[in-house]
């Protein structure tokens, strides 16, 4: 599986041209190799060059605006991937703070916080007062609506916004509008708007002239960049049918730690890196979830996503900035990478049965019991999951590493469940008479 992944990275790595820009697969590199972008969109044809030393001091010359977007600070979490999120969070604070020019505001993507904790949100809250920028707008990430379906992130951080915490706002002509696609998942399913929701966006969208440059943001992606592991939405169509007549829409997310673009006519799609932690590429791994990178190369994989908007030239200037960005990419034998450790599956027995949650999987998937037994599930995980009856008979709290849920099934029938973090998971119980 390392090698599978190393092969990839040598792939892409032998793809670079002198620029270091591969044209073939630029963005998968961009988000290995840590260096970042700059991408100008002129008539629907993006151009872009690496973002070299020095680039960021300029990008912000003549723009209208600027806004910063962070994503996935995970506050709480700390596994071989990254044991101090506080402090890379810091750090990407430092280089907002340090910016030659002041972004008028920051944009957080969600995953505030990794277990949905008051002393996580504390803490990110301390973190965020020292940015220069006062002004900041938020949308929940899976982890932070984990323990009463997002009542405490409305309270603190969703103040003055409909159903789950969406909202829209205007800067300078620009109509911006923050998306919630985390709550209510089906089993099976991916990321999710919602009925309410996109009746809501529907309208906040009507009177609007075609000729607005519309800013949609959300946590999990709003196209579908790889569905086995959640990457998606299942009706974003939906609410990107409601911005077609609009002349220039930029969408922009979190949720999968790595630098991943799309231009589709008029609608340009971006996903920002993570300042805790990085994820595998799509499908070079057995799941998503941290991945350990040798702990001098971390910073390049983390960083934050400077957003400049000429409003004159209908352009839109997006720069992704690694933390780090001092040294070339994947120097020495920096391209060693190194899944956190899995357990492999264990057999269970008759009288206490067990469910592993390993590399986002139930395993075994389905099992059958006889009534009365007890079934223990543990999450071998660094990443929190939960255990949740599709039918409403049983819900674990989140469950975090090494964690179990143990659940006595006293009547027959089947019972289906599904981690409502990552609706993609599923398993299900059959309990003979
Ligand atoms: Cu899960």
Redesign the pocket.
């Known amino acids: 599986m390392t090698n599978k992944k190393q092969d990839f990275i040598d792939q892409r790595l032998q793809d670079l041209n002198n620029d270091g820009v591969d044209r073939r697969g630029f963005l998968k590199c961009m988000a290995w190799a840590g260096t970042g972008l700059v991408w100008t969109m002129s008539g629907g044809i993006p151009v872009s060059r690496a973002f070299a030393q020095g680039a960021g001091h300029t990008a912000g010359k003549g723009a209208d605006f600027t806004f910063v977007q962070i994503s996935d600070s995970h506050i709480g979490f700390n596994k071989p991937a990254n044991p101090d999120v506080t402090a890379t969070l810091q750090t990407a604070i430092n280089k907002i703070n340090a910016m030659p020019h002041k972004p008028d505001f920051l944009i957080h993507t969600g995953d505030l916080s990794q277990l949905s904790k008051p002393s996580e949100f504390d803490t990110l809250d301390q973190v965020l007062r020292g940015a220069s920028p006062k002004q900041i707008y938020f949308v929940p990430g899976e982890h932070d609506v984990l323990t009463d379906n997002g009542e405490q992130y409305l309270q603190r951080y969703g103040k003055n916004t409909k159903g789950a915490g969406w909202y829209s706002f205007d800067q300078k002509g620009v109509h911006f509008v923050g998306l919630v696609n985390v709550v209510n998942l089906k089993a099976g399913g991916l990321g999710s708007l919602g009925h309410e929701q996109l009746e809501w966006l529907e309208d906040d969208l009507k009177g609007r002239s075609a000729s607005t440059p519309i800013v949609l943001f959300a946590h999990i992606p709003l196209w579908t960049i790889y569905p086995d592991w959640g990457w998606g939405t299942d009706d974003s169509e939906q609410a990107l049918s409601y911005v077609k007549r609009f002349g220039s829409v930029t969408v922009l997310n979190g949720h999968i730690h790595q630098v991943m673009q799309k231009i589709e006519g008029k609608v340009s799609f971006h996903t920002a890196m993570s300042t805790a932690f990085p994820q595998p590429a799509p499908g070079t791994a057995p799941s998503a979830g941290p991945m350990k990178v040798p702990a001098d190369q971390l910073q390049r994989v983390l960083g934050i996503t400077d957003v400049n908007y000429l409003v004159s030239g209908s352009s839109l200037a997006i720069i992704d900035s690694p933390l780090d960005s001092s040294r070339s990419p994947m120097s020495g034998n920096g391209g060693g990478t190194d899944m956190a450790a899995m357990a492999s599956g264990g057999a269970s027995t008759d009288s206490t049965p067990e469910v592993k949650?390993d590399n986002?999987a139930f395993t075994p998937g389905a099992i059958t019991i006889k009534r009365g037994t007890q079934v223990t599930w543990i999450n071998h995980d660094d990443?929190?999951?939960?255990v949740d009856s599709t039918q409403g008979k049983f819900k674990s709290a989140a469950l975090d590493t090494d964690q179990k849920f143990e659940f006595r099934f006293a009547e027959p029938g089947e019972y289906p469940y599904y981690?409502r973090?990552?609706p993609k998971?599923t398993g299900s119980i059959v309990v003979q008479s």
């Open positions: 949650i986002f990443i929190p999951h939960t981690c973090m990552h998971m």
